[in-house]
C-alpha cells in the first residue's frame, strides 16, 4: 500500500471528493482506503467513514467475505459509490488482498475486472479560500499476478484532479 496526497483550495463551503480507479497491470484488484480530508495545516477530520468500516453495520456478507456495490450504492456509511460496480471488502476475504488501515477496504475492479473502475464519492464541509489536503492510501497484492499493480487511482476535489499509480 501507499498513500498519496491532493492539495487543494476549497472554492465553496463544501467539496466533492472523488477517488475512482483509473488502471491496474493486474486485472483484478485495485486496493482503496485511509482516505482522509484535512486543512493542509491539520486540524478535524472533514471527512466521514475515511476507512471504509463497516461502522453502520450495513455489510452484508454474500460469501466470501466481498460485497459488490452497484453506482449510487450509500450502503458504505458516509460514501456513494461511483462510476462503476465497487467491491466492498473485509480482510477476511476469500481472495487474499487485505489492507493494514483496519478490516474493511474497497476493491476499484469490482467483480468486473475491467474498465470503466468503480469508486467512491463524498462531500466534505470546507472553508472557501481555505488550503485542505485529500489523503489516500492505494493497494495492490504483488504477491499473485492476479493482483499485483502497477495500479491507479484518479483523485478529485471539485475542479483539482490528478492520477496517482502505484510502481
Not at 104 to 112: E, N, R, V
Amino acid at each position: 500500500w501507499l498513500d498519496y496526497e491532493l492539495d487543494f483550495t476549497a472554492s465553496s463551503a463544501s467539496t466533492t471528493i472523488q477517488l475512482v480507479g483509473s488502471s491496474t497491470a493486474g486485472g483484478h484488484y485495485i486496493g482503496l482506503d485511509n482516505a482522509s480530508l484535512k486543512l493542509q495545516s491539520g486540524g478535524a477530520e472533514l471527512l466521514v467513514n475515511g476507512g471504509f468500516e463497516n461502522t453502520g453495520s450495513t455489510f452484508v456478507n454474500p460469501g466470501g467475505g466481498v460485497a459488490s456495490l452497484g453506482i449510487g450504492s450509500t450502503v458504505i456509511p458516509g460514501w456513494t459509490v461511483v462510476n462503476a460496480e465497487t467491491a466492498w471488502a473485509t480482510n477476511a476475504n476469500s481472495y487474499g488482498p487485505q489492507t493494514p488501515y483496519g478490516g474493511m477496504f474497497l476493491d476499484l475492479s469490482g467483480f468486473h475486472d475491467s474498465p470503466p473502475y468503480g469508486g467512491g464519492a463524498q462531500t466534505g464541509t470546507t472553508t472557501p479560500g481555505q488550503k485542505d489536503r485529500l489523503k489516500f492510501s492505494v493497494g495492490s497484492d504483488f504477491g499473485s499476478s492476479d493482483y499485483a499493480g502497477p495500479v491507479g487511482v484518479v483523485a478529485s476535489a471539485n475542479t483539482t484532479a490528478s492520477n496517482f499509480t502505484t510502481t
